[in-house]
């Protein structure tokens, strides 16, 4: 069904085979659009892909506990390729570390940031031996909070191993659970594709990068966020969404593709919820350490600032391969010009899209961006982008294609770091060429997103008629404000008949719908005050579009009285 605000003013969107190019169960292109090779070839070993007459899953084997048993399975597999760093490497020289690519944060900063002294984070100061010039840990607070409750369950005393081991190991296993839930929350955002989570619990570059650091933690609350969004509950989403980025600054950027639907839909009610739901989860766990111990609470913030040019990032690359100098404050200054200028481009394309974009490809855009023009690029970051790049092109061969480069990476980072302690590693110019294929792959995706955007009949959700699963409120939701220029339809996108949900007639939808919008008219749309004392709901847009079933076609003409 179409949620409307208010009734009048909404049209109800083809739910399939449209002529704007929407795909769907009527149209041979949206079936094409469904379709994934790779996952056809692969299910054959399971007997082969799902028949169009399948009924529902039965039996214990539901696709959530397999999306979590798989989960759980390829991050046992990811800790035990951490095993050589366990026994012996984070303990006997640098070099090991690197060359059997196990590096982990945790265990180094159990000792480094005093939890193994039973210090309290950002109230306490760490000593110099300790920090090595870090007084204050540098993590937000609800990541404080993780790696305190993690400490607290370690065992102390003469044990068999080492306090940082089983340090790892409890992170590990609270991170795990970080792991399932992501997964499971990606399955359920997309109702219809439940079996997407599994492109989350097998993605070889989360295995790999899960228990570096705790950016896990971030992403489960994230996600528990979106999945709130689109179960139309936004307070609670923000709540999540403001905790999330208590615990990691990234989540912070889903707000921007919100504030853009919202805009392009005209229902700023819910996003108004969701930002009040994120201002108070966030205010409430940071204002009581912020009061106690505002050094200590702003180290985060500084040393983000402060931080010069780092591993893995394009200005690295710029400053090594060319004679260019790049202080820090220059590099704050090109990075955040990069990265608002992208965003403003994700901007125009909301508006000039044929369809409202999907809030899952405008969130991975956004934080895509942030991450191609950040100053630092930890192997971990990879872990901001999985799930989202899974809502939003969920197909196994563009996913693959840039997982594959994201492995690269990860195995580059650490042999150049082995080349840097004495050790056979690799060379610096072969640690540049897997820093250009990271950024490389990342653009492809985004490119891939953006094309699925611009020509809706290629988004692979939208292939069975939906419009936006994770879009909550705004999903089915007609437009109140849009620029659209004319973007021909592909031969193959202008076929199909729209169909319509059980026991609903929709009339045919358009190949374009021009809005002419007046500010007054627009304002009072979003607002909600379009209805006039005994009639019925004013229009704050003139819609041209096809005559409603028994209406004249004089009456789609005349304009509202109101204007």
């Known amino acids: ?266 229902r700023l009610r819910p996003l108004f919820a969701v930002c009040g739901g994120a201002a108070l989860s966030w205010t409430l766990v940071n204002l009581p350490v912020m009061l106690v111990a505002r050094e200590g609470w702003a180290t985060f913030y500084t040393f983000s600032r402060e931080r010069s040019v780092d591993f893995g990032s394009l200005w690295l690359l710029l400053v090594q391969r060319t004679d260019l100098a790049l202080d820090t404050e220059r590099v704050n200054l090109l990075a955040t010009g990069a990265t608002l200028a992208g965003w403003a481009v994700l901007a125009v394309v909301t508006f000039v899209a044929p369809r409202r974009p999907r809030l899952p490809q405008l969130v991975f855009l956004a934080v895509a961006i942030f991450i191609l023009f950040n100053k630092v690029y930890s192997p971990q970051y990879v872990l901001w982008l999985i799930p989202l790049a899974v809502l939003a092109r969920p197909r196994w061969r563009d996913l693959l294609i840039w997982q594959s480069a994201e492995v690269l990476y990860f195995l580059a980072i650490w042999m150049y770091l082995a080349q840097t302690t004495g050790e056979p590693g690799l060379p610096r110019g072969g640690y540049h060429l897997a820093i250009a294929l990271h950024l490389a792959a990342t653009a492809y995706l985004c490119l891939v997103v953006l094309r699925d955007i611009l020509r809706p009949g290629r988004d692979p959700v939208r292939a069975d008629g939906s419009d936006d699963p994770a879009g909550g409120t705004l999903n089915g939701a007609a437009d109140r404000f849009a620029l659209r220029p004319h973007i021909p339809a592909l031969p193959s996108e202008r076929r199909g008949t729209p169909l319509a949900d059980e026991g609903e007639s929709l009339p045919p939808v358009p190949a374009r719908i021009v809005f002419h919008v007046k500010p007054r008219a627009l304002l009072q749309g979003i607002i909600g005050r379009r209805r006039r004392a005994g009639g019925p709901p004013a229009r704050s847009a003139h819609v041209a579009g096809p005559v409603p079933p028994g209406a004249s076609p004089a009456s789609r003409a005349a304009p509202p009285a109101s204007r």
């Open 1 to 266: 069904m179409v949620h409307s605000d208010p009734p009048s003013s909404a049209r109800p969107l083809p739910r399939a085979g449209a002529p704007d190019g929407t795909p769907g169960a009527a149209d041979p292109a949206g079936r094409e659009a469904g379709r994934d090779p790779v996952a056809e070839a692969g299910s054959e070993v399971i007997g082969g892909p799902r028949g169009r007459h399948a009924g529902d899953f039965v039996g214990w084997w539901t696709p959530l506990r397999v999306v979590a048993l798989t989960s759980i399975g390829m991050f046992a597999l990811g800790m035990v390729q951490k095993l050589p760093c366990w026994t012996t490497g984070w303990f006997h020289g640098a070099a090991t570390q690197y060359t059997r690519a196990c590096y982990s944060d945790i265990p180094h900063l159990y000792r480094a940031r005093g939890f193994a002294d039973g210090l309290i984070p950002y109230l306490d100061r760490i000593p110099e031996e300790l920090g090595a010039g870090m007084e204050f840990l540098e993590y937000p607070v609800l990541t404080g909070a993780f790696m305190e409750a993690a400490a607290w369950l370690t065992p102390g005393g003469a044990q068999t191993y080492r306090p940082e081991q089983y340090y790892w190991s409890v992170n590990a296993g609270m991170l795990m659970i970080c792991a399932v839930v992501i997964a499971l929350c990606v399955s359920r955002i997309h109702p219809r594709r439940p079996l997407d989570g599994l492109m989350v619990a097998l993605s070889p570059a989360l295995a790999l990068t899960a228990t570096i650091n705790w950016d896990l933690f971030a992403g489960a609350l994230l996600l528990i966020g979106l999945l709130l969004w689109s179960r139309s509950r936004p307070f609670a989403a923000g709540v999540l969404i403001g905790l999330a980025t208590a615990a990691k600054l990234y989540p912070l950027l889903v707000l921007g593709p919100l504030l853009l639907l919202c805009l392009r839909a005209g």
